[in-house]
């Protein structure tokens, strides 16, 4: 593991050349060597109680058996841990983002799409590639902008793709103080979908009985996350080894005009936040195989925020598709989202 402070002499990053090319596009196409990472069960555990993932069908060790001995399944949430951890993702957290090298630019996530086909579980070997494969350039509020994408592939031990990640992040170049952003209005379910929403409680994973999704009609729900804490970021950081100064470092969030002068919410903790609503209200027979969600607005601790969604049919009666947003006491989106789930077997 490349866990922080561990040294990285002799470790290359494309992620980390990419950057300190100026995001030069020669670089698309590149792939990272692959590295592996052995699942343990405490890891798995701590990602998924620090995400509100901790739904018992996949942390059971009688919940999930394949064939051969019950193991825990990881959350989409775990992801993160997997990539974290990696030389590629290290070397471009410690030796460009965190270390000072221009100070007058600001690195942000945008958002990220999963994909999930065959679970992960306690006790694999997951090998870990990156690629990059997208930058393109746009004029902003602050001034110019930088955006990339990535894709990282997470492979078993008999060497199928469980699931991939794409990676959304942006670089600012400021050139001003920037302007607020325009908020945008969350929509109200009752204009989407005739259901009653199922109201969740706040530990999303004691939520029983879970809702049957797969019935032919339409379903909604609704939860208050409650106020983002000091605690919850902290715990996040810790549980998925984000070490980005990003999150918790006051002095680089003043330097880089980040609104408040206040460190930011990581933006897949706030994915994290949407996923587990969704995961425990369609319980343990729905396979969340697909997940895209986009950052419309930073989130600060102090902000106060509510998820809900609805879930409708599709062409095919194994799967549903649920649209779901992350808003905040004024009614303000701050994030937004898509879901497929499949219908799983017992």
């Known amino acids: 593991m490349f866990c922080m402070g ?20 020669s670089h698309i196409g590149r792939k990272s060597p692959p590295f592996m990472i052995k699942v343990d069960a405490s890891a798995v555990e701590k990602a998924a109680y620090a995400s509100g993932c901790a739904v018992p069908w996949l942390l059971s060790s009688a919940a999930h058996s394949d064939g051969g001995a019950p193991r825990s399944i990881a959350a989409l949430s775990f992801f993160w841990y997997l990539l974290n951890n990696t030389p590629t993702y290290r070397a471009y957290e410690s030796g460009y983002v965190q270390s000072g090298l221009d100070a007058n630019v600001a690195h942000l996530h945008t958002g990220d799409d999963y994909r999930y086909f065959v679970p992960i579980s306690v006790g694999d070997t997951i090998t870990v590639t990156c690629e990059l494969t997208k930058v393109y350039e746009k004029r902003g509020r602050q001034g110019a902008m930088k955006f990339i994408e990535d894709i990282w592939e997470f492979r078993n031990q008999d060497n199928v793709l469980a699931a991939d990640l794409v990676r959304k992040a942006v670089t600012i170049y400021p050139t001003e103080p920037p302007p607020p952003p325009p908020p945008q209005m969350g929509p109200r379910l009752s204009d989407l979908t005739p259901a009653t929403p199922d109201v969740l409680p706040p530990r999303v994973f004691e939520f029983v009985p879970a809702r049957d999704l797969f019935d032919g009609k339409p379903h909604a729900y609704r939860h208050e996350y409650g106020t983002v804490t000091w605690t919850s970021m902290i715990q996040w950081m810790g549980a998925i080894d984000d070490y980005a100064r990003t999150h918790y470092d006051w002095e680089y969030a003043r330097e880089r005009g980040f609104p408040g002068g206040v460190p930011i919410t990581a933006g897949p903790q706030m994915g994290a936040a949407m996923i587990a609503p969704v995961l425990a209200w ?6 969340m195989e697909d997940f895209r ?19 409708k049919p599709t062409n095919d009666p194994d799967r549903i598709a649920v649209e779901a947003w992350l808003v905040d006491d004024k009614g303000h989106i701050r994030n937004s989202g898509t879901f ?7």
């Open 293 to 311: 969600h986009i950052q419309r607005r930073s989130v600060n601790p102090g902000d106060v925020l509510t998820t809900y969604g609805f879930s």
């Open 340 to 346: 497929t789930l499949r219908r799983r077997s017992a």
């Open 6 to 25: 561990r040294g990285l002499d002799g470790m290359t990053s494309i992620l980390a050349e990419f950057a300190l090319s100026d995001y030069d596009a």
């Open 282 to 287: 369609a319980g343990p027979f729905a396979w």
